[in-house]
Nanobody
Framework: VQLQASGGGLVQAGGSLRLSCAAS????????MGWFRQAPGKGREFVAT????????FYKDSVKGRFTISRDNAKNTLYLQMNSLKPEDTAVYHC?????????????????WGQGTQVTVSS
């Protein structure tokens, strides 16, 4: 089972990026999915999660209105559209699959993790 995140890069403040997370080895269509991030010298933090039916999403306060999480279960792929990026969004972004169909910000709920993709926002 593998979760492969991609789409990171270097962008100026105010710019946009779209992250993707492709799952292989099994389907996660019945699992909630999430994005977490880890900035240099800091612990990993929750960013966003979406339930299995993609009809409910939950975000970290600081990204609300700027980030949008979505999924395509037919493609077994998770997305994170990031707009109006800020330097403080700089981090390695990881995708993760929850062990349940719905979930929240608790890392312990997530049983599968991808290796991450670097997002760097310059000021």
């Amino acid at each position: 089972v593998q979760l492969q995140a991609s789409g990171g890069g270097l962008v100026q403040a105010g710019g946009s990026l779209r992250l993707s997370c492709a799952a292989s080895g099994r389907t996660f269509s019945n699992n909630a999915m999430g994005w977490f991030r880890q900035a240099p010298g800091k612990g990993r933090e929750f960013v966003a999660t979406i339930n299995w039916r993609a009809d409910n999403a939950f975000y970290k306060d600081s990204v609300k209105g700027r980030f949008t999480i979505s999924r395509d279960n037919a493609k077994n792929t998770l997305y994170l559209q990031m707009n109006s990026l800020k330097p403080e969004d700089t981090a390695v972004y990881h995708c993760a699959a929850n062990i349940r169909p719905w979930g929240g910000s608790d890392e312990s709920q997530y049983g599968y993790w991808g290796q991450g993709t670097q997002v760097t926002v310059s000021s």
